[in-house]
């Protein structure tokens, strides 16, 4: 099946394959193919069937083989594992008498990785454009804390692999004040930050983007 949108050699996208007519219905993959590459000649030439996920006839992650072209208008071929964005939050708790700043980590198996790695709350978005809930969810699930979305300050996003991945991550931090009681209470999921030799960008990153807010 062949799906094409556009004429001409420069505007012209075709979707070749047995999933062209899902491909063609999934609105976050339109609205990333929109701001992504309206202004190349895009031609999916395979979806990897096993690498492919739908949910309510939206994609949620697949390869890609693809032929484009370059700003010579030569024709290169790539691989892109689209994936939908996800979230990440640098979480502090504040002990409210020390002041003494302790981070939620999560240590999370990563076998591309071959280790473990200790890394911030995070998350995949599963409903479209719903990140503040995302993050409180995910706060919720991976550190057992009940926050609210009002709580959460937005740091930016980030594409942390742009030359394999079109995936976004949406970076909040979060600061709060208990008590040392409730902090032990904590005890696993919270570490002062410096020295642990985190290998995770997506936690550096944070962790730099905290660290200027925090002092302007």
């Known amino acids: 099946m062949e799906v ?24 976050r993959f339109w609205r ?28 949620i992650f697949a390869l890609f083989y693809i032929t484009y072209l370059d700003e010579e208008k030569k024709e290169r071929s790539s691989v892109v594992f689209y994936r939908s964005d996800a979230i990440a939050v640098f979480l502090v708790l504040k002990d409210r008498y020390t002041k003494k700043k302790h981070v939620a980590l999560v240590e999370q198996i990563r076998v591309p990785a071959g280790q473990q790695l200790l890394e911030i709350p995070a998350g995949s978005v599963e409903r479209e454009d719903d990140f503040l809930q995302t993050a409180v969810r995910e706060i919720k699930e991976e550190v057992t804390l009940e926050i609210t979305s009002q709580d959460l300050k937005f740091m930016g996003q980030y594409f942390l692999s742009p030359g394999a991945c079109n995936e976004k991550i949406i970076l909040y931090y979060c600061e709060l004040e208990f008590t040392g009681q409730e902090i032990e209470s904590l005890q696993g999921r919270l570490a002062v930050f410096e020295g642990l030799g985190i290998r995770d960008a997506k936690t550096m990153l944070a962790y730099g983007l905290y660290l200027r807010q925090a002092f302007r």
């Open 4 to 27: 094409k949108v556009g004429d001409g050699v420069e505007s012209g996208f075709i979707i070749v394959g047995d999933n062209a007519g899902n491909l063609s219905k999934s609105q």
């Open 32 to 59: 990333w193919f929109d701001n992504t590459y309206s202004s190349r000649s895009i031609k999916i030439r395979r979806i990897e069937e096993k690498w492919s996920w739908w949910r309510n006839k939206e994609l």
